[in-house]
């Protein structure tokens, strides 16, 4: 059973009960769940996430001091902490009466000025342009259990994909790196005899077409770690990890490097059918530069359009 399974089972036998018993007048002010930081909240633990920071708990979203003052968040975290310390095999670390990193109290405000830099998911468009997806993963992963208040929910669907003309300016700037490392570069170092130059072109090209990928599946990418087990998950175009797996464990001599450079311009040619099928390019070519340069163009505000192509990665 997966972290985020037994964090649910241990909130609905042991958190709830007591929040009701205890705290009957918060419950219409509070949200309980588990998203954020971990692989957990991803469903992506196994046994060797099991070393370090994994426990069955959960969160108590609070809202602000006006609403639950700090004598009520203080009795609420002392009550969590007096749960149960162990649940399905799995103890719980100890933790301090003000709370614990991932798990117990939490104030919304406080986790998501934390997280992306607002407390409210409302983000300006220099914040939208350069904030990590990963930060912007885990406000939106896991699961909610409970939010009778509905701030948290409102939050998180804020957050949940990049305004339009966001997408659209990540998504050029990556199509432009897939193009300068994969389609251009990568033979050129070659014909330099610079190998080891050329392995780094492939791994750029493959961290932007990764980037690409998730992009075209509107979904934020995760830390680096997961992004090959999260793209094989994606609805389109995961057929490609592999490909893009070979790209980065192969040589770059011989015979090999000419059939690494035709897996480059099959896996640029399959993303420029995906373009063309969601309608956002209007170039007919086999050049993905020129395929950037007619996503930006498709960009609303003018400001955000005229920005360098590479603004937003």
Not at 45 to 68: A, L, N, R, Y
Not at 230 to 237: D, M, Y
Not at 283 to 291: P, S, V
Request: net charge negative; glycine share 6%.
């Amino acid at each position: 059973m997966q972290g985020l399974e037994i964090s649910k089972k241990y909130y609905e036998k042991y958190g709830l009960p007591m929040l009701k018993e205890q705290f009957p007048d918060l419950l219409p002010l509070i949200a309980c769940g588990l998203f954020g930081s971990g692989s957990e909240c991803l469903g992506f633990d196994d046994e060797t996430s099991q070393d370090h920071d994994f426990e069955p708990g959960f969160c108590i979203f609070i809202p602000s001091e006006d609403k639950v003052d700090r004598r009520t968040a203080f009795l609420l975290e002392r009550a969590y902490a007096k749960l149960p310390k162990e649940f399905m095999g799995f103890r719980r670390s100890l933790m301090s009466p003000v709370g614990g990193a991932r798990h117990g109290v939490q104030r919304i405000d406080e986790f998501f000025t934390e997280k992306i830099g607002s407390p409210d998911g409302i983000l300006t468009i220099s914040q939208w342009l350069s904030l990590p997806e990963q930060s912007l993963l885990e406000c939106t992963n896991g699961e909610i259990f409970t939010d009778d208040y509905g701030e948290i929910s409102q939050i998180r669907e804020r957050l949940a994909f990049y305004p339009e003309d966001i997408f659209l300016k990540k998504l050029a700037g990556q199509l432009l790196l897939m193009a300068q490392s994969g389609q251009y570069n990568y033979m050129r170092c070659l014909s330099h005899g610079e190998t080891a130059a050329a392995q780094l072109a492939v791994n750029e090209f493959v961290k932007s077409t990764i980037s690409v990928l998730f992009l075209l599946n509107r979904r934020y990418q995760p830390y680096y770690k997961w992004s090959f087990r999260a793209l094989r998950q994606l609805p389109k175009l995961s057929i490609l990890a592999e490909l893009l797996e070979y790209l980065l464990i192969t040589d770059n001599v011989g015979d090999q490097a000419e059939e690494k450079y035709n897996v480059i311009e099959s896996i640029c040619s399959d993303v420029i059918d995906e373009l063309m099928d969601q309608k956002l390019t209007q170039a007919i070519c086999g050049d993905l530069e020129k395929h950037a340069y007619s996503v930006n163009d498709l960009i609303s505000d003018p400001e955000i359009r005229n920005l360098h192509i590479l603004a937003a990665v």
